[in-house]
C-alpha cells in the first residue's frame, strides 16, 4: 500500500498547497504513482494542476457525502504518474452536512484504502484550520508533513498542530506519525530566518528535513499558470529545492 502523506499546518500562507502541488509533481517525476486528494475547500491545489476546479462534478465533497465512489473522483492523468482528486468550494458545507453522521471520522480512511495499492505516495492536501476536513485527513494518513514558514510565530502553530496530531493519534489513528517539518519562505538574508530555524531545531530535533525551501518569485508565479515548478521553470531554485525534498521524502521511506 502506497505512503498516505498528509500536508497540514492550520496557519494560512506558509506554503502547504505549495508543498503539496510541487512534491507531489517532483514525486511523480521520480517515477512514483501519485495520487493528490484536495481537502481545502479553497481548491488551489486543483487549479495549481490546471484544472477548472469549478466545473468539475465528482470531487472529494461528493466522496465525504457517499454521492460518489472515489474511482468516479479520481482525474487520471493529470501529471505523468500522477492522478488527482479535486476540490472546489462545495466542500466548505461538508461539515455542515456530515453533523450526526457516524464514524464521519473515518469517511475518507475507508474511500482510500480502496485504491491506496495503486500508487506509491499519496498525498493529501488539507484546509489551514484543525476542521473535521483535516480530522479526516490525519485519520487517513500515516504521517503528516508540515510547512513552516520562516517567520516568528512558527513555533506557535506547531505546537497546536503537535496537540492535534496527537489528539488524533490517541483517540482515532494509532497509526499517525509526524513525517518531518520542512521550512518554506526562507530569506537567507534574514537573521529571524535562520532564528526560526534554530529554534525549531532545538525543539523538534528528530523530524526535520534538510531542504529547504527558499523564497522564490518563479515559485510563487508557477501555480497562476497551472504548472508545478518542475515544469513551469525547471532551473530555478524553487524547482531544486523540491526536487531534493521528494529525493529526502522517497529516501526516508526506505529507511
Not at 116 to 144: G, R
Not at 203 to 224: D, F, G, M
Not at 243 to 253: D, F, M, S
Request: proline share 4%; with cysteine; glycine share 6%.
Amino acid at each position: 500500500m502506497g505512503r498516505i502523506i498528509a500536508i497540514a499546518n492550520q496557519k494560512g500562507g506558509v506554503g502547504k498547497t505549495t508543498t503539496a502541488i510541487n512534491l507531489s509533481a517532483c514525486l511523480a517525476a521520480e517515477n512514483k504513482k501519485v495520487l493528490v486528494i484536495d481537502m481545502d475547500p479553497q481548491g488551489n491545489t486543483s487549479s495549481g494542476f490546471g484544472l477548472d476546479k469549478n466545473n468539475i462534478e465528482n470531487t472529494v465533497y461528493e466522496i465525504l457525502l457517499g454521492e460518489s465512489d472515489i474511482e468516479e473522483c479520481i482525474i487520471k492523468n493529470v501529471l505523468d504518474n500522477m492522478d488527482i482528486i479535486p476540490a472546489n468550494v462545495n466542500l466548505s458545507g461538508a461539515e455542515i452536512e456530515l453533523i450526526g453522521v457516524d464514524m464521519k471520522e473515518y469517511i475518507l480512511r475507508w474511500q482510500v484504502r480502496k485504491v491506496a495499492d495503486n500508487y506509491d505516495f499519496i498525498i493529501i492536501d488539507c484546509p489551514p484550520s484543525l476542521s473535521m476536513l483535516t480530522v479526516n485527513s490525519m485519520t487517513t494518513a500515516d504521517t503528516v508533513l508540515v510547512p513552516i514558514q520562516c517567520e516568528f510565530y512558527a513555533l506557535e502553530g506547531l505546537s497546536q498542530l503537535m496537540h492535534t496530531i496527537n489528539l488524533v493519534k490517541r483517540r482515532l489513528n494509532p497509526d499517525l506519525e509526524l513525517e518531518g517539518v520542512v521550512f518554506t519562505m526562507y530569506d537567507a538574508r534574514t537573521n529571524l530566518s535562520l532564528q526560526v530555524v534554530e529554534n525549531v531545531k532545538n525543539n523538534l530535533n528528530q523530524n526535520i528535513y534538510k531542504t529547504i525551501i527558499p523564497r522564490n518569485v518563479r515559485l510563487a508565479e508557477a501555480p497562476s499558470h497551472g504548472l508545478p515548478i518542475n515544469i513551469y521553470d525547471p532551473k530555478s531554485a524553487g524547482a531544486e529545492s523540491y526536487r531534493e525534498l521528494a529525493k529526502e521524502v522517497i529516501k526516508r521511506g526506505e529507511a
